[in-house]
């Protein structure tokens, strides 16, 4: 099928033996219940096979909503899926996968890796100094709950340390910076309507970290723009923990979201996010991008 064809959001590509394997939220379940997760492979990008089912809620498993954001990582012949679940009783966190191969099965593997009282989304993982780290975005929607005094409206990506077979956190999280400090994010027009609160809300998610030939750490990440749903970037030349400093215009301006990087099998840098942001019509769009004068700049389309 046509990559057009595929209506999945929060896409995610890894690169393995000669294929890729797109990874992401099914458009038709997310916002509602949910069992599981897909993969579709393709040799160049444009036309795929799938989707082949590589997760399905086993018995007992506690997670009947928000399948949401799975990032496929192969780690010693091994596939690691970081995923976000949630439930009407246990609040949405960060869970890992693992599988012999990229096409599944995946079953449940590590213990939950986001604070128990936090409502937590979209992690994904970076490696310094072969250390394991969680990157993540701690949810406005723990303002609703008077008992979590670490709420934030600010928009808070958070890091913590895992262990080194991913299996559970071994730090406290603390916070790397807000989406409220990106100069092109405004609070979400439907923070009243969806969720009661009379307050500014900033909304953070997607975020995904690499290393350019700038020698320097690159993070994207997703909020809300004067024209809806956008990408931003922050840069660090210090490592994982920063100190980040954001760009001022956002990479990827309007209409699509949660976007990460990768190398194509020519082994040249693309870009890849869900667009438009549109509920059951999204999917996978691919971009050429580069770096000028520091700042992340977006190219021409696959």
Request: with cysteine; aromatic share 16%.
């Amino acid at each position: 099928m046509n990559r057009n064809d595929i209506f999945i959001r929060d896409p995610f590509i890894l690169v393995s033996n000669g294929m890729y394997y797109l990874y992401g939220t099914r458009s038709a379940t997310c916002w509602g219940p949910a069992n599981g997760f897909d993969v579709y492979t393709s040799k160049d990008l444009v036309e795929f096979d799938g989707p082949f089912e590589i997760f399905h809620k086993p018995e007992g498993f506690f997670a009947t909503s928000s399948y949401w954001a799975p990032e496929c990582y192969e780690i010693n012949g091994k596939f690691y899926l970081l995923a976000t679940f949630g439930s009407d009783t246990q609040k949405k966190g960060a869970f890992i996968l693992k599988s012999d191969s990229p096409l599944g099965p995946f079953v449940p593997y590590s213990q939950r890796l986001t604070p128990e009282n936090w409502t937590c989304i979209d992690g994904t993982l970076y490696f310094e100094n072969d250390e394991p780290y969680l990157i993540f975005s701690h949810s406005f929607e723990d303002v609703l709950d008077p008992n979590c005094k670490d709420a934030s409206y600010l928009g808070d990506f958070c890091i913590i340390k895992l262990n080194s077979d991913l299996t559970q956190a071994v730090s406290e999280p603390s916070v790397l910076f807000c989406a409220k400090d990106a100069a092109f994010a405004k609070p979400v027009p439907f923070g009243k309507a969806e969720f009661g609160v009379e307050e500014d809300i900033y909304f953070s998610d997607g975020p995904f970290l690499m290393k350019l030939n700038d020698e320097k750490l690159h993070m994207i990440f997703s909020s809300w723009s004067n024209n809806g749903y956008a990408v931003g970037a922050a840069t660090s030349e210090n490592g994982v923990m920063g100190p980040w400093k954001l760009q001022e215009l956002p990479f990827y301006p309007e209409d699509g979201g949660h976007g990460m990087f990768f190398k194509d099998l020519d082994q040249q840098l693309i870009f890849t996010l869900h667009n438009p942001n549109t509920k059951y019509h999204e999917h996978p769009a691919f971009y050429h991008f580069l770096l000028e004068d520091g700042d992340l700049k977006l190219g021409q389309a696959l």
